[in-house]
């Protein structure tokens, strides 16, 4: 449905938009109960991950953070946790198009805004589950954000602001990937991405060139930003670290710019 026909139908359109959103959105939550497992195992790992940098690798890696590495360490987790939300989104909508879902649901009278809508609105609903248990494991571990209400208010909307960019690229992937190892490929390309950043080591104890490098990782920007906003600033390694806050909500913003239609666009091709 066309947000022309939307327009034309009024009100009434507007109710059978946001009950096709719904009934997407319901879709997806029904994977949670068909496989609790998997799902719990995925809200887990963030923690996995926290454990063992701060547990085991802490105590090498806390130059640079004021000796408090858990303080440190606790944005670049949360920043981690909906970034790794791109491999869920990707994954469910490649399962999608590989069974044939995707072309059932374009054979019903179901727009394409409710489809995406639904999708954003569960994974969305998932990163929020994700991030609530890294925040109790956090204060489980002895972290104690010194913060407002305010600036984690200003977190958490950067943190989503990050999850709906890795969403459409998700979104975009997942329509292109033609095989279980595409998939794989790019859930590989990943570890890269994450580990060239500032979510596990302050760039400033890293060479300068990769420094910069690093810093211009959207993930490091989001990293930083939180950072300054939970009480934990560090040392700007450049440029970039030291407009980490503009450079949180621009970069995001630039691949929403950049993916939204790249996804309307890629969802088209597919349907021909």
Known sequence: MSAVTVAAEGPSGVRRVAVDTWTMTWRQLLHWRN???LKVFGWLFPVLMMGMFSALLGGALSAGTGGDYLA?????????????GLEGTMGGVAADASKGVTDRLRSLP???FAVVGG???ADLLDSLVSLAVVVAAGLAFGWRPDTSAGSLAIALGLLLLLRLAMLFLGIHLGLKAKTPETVQAVQIAVWPVLFLSSVFVDTSTMPGWLAVV???NPLSATS???RDL????????????GHAMPAAVLGPVLLLALLV???IRTWRDAAR
């Open 35 to 37: 496989r609790p497992g």
């Open 72 to 84: 440190f360490v606790m944005p670049g987790v949360l920043t981690m946790t909906v970034f790794f």
């Open 110 to 112: 179901v727009g394409g």
């Open 119 to 121: 999708r954003a609105a």
């Open 214 to 216: 690093a810093d211009a």
């Open 224 to 226: 930083t930003a939180l």
């Open 230 to 241: 939970l009480g934990a600033p560090t040392q700007a390694a450049s440029w970039l670290a």
């Open 261 to 263: 239609p790249l996804s």
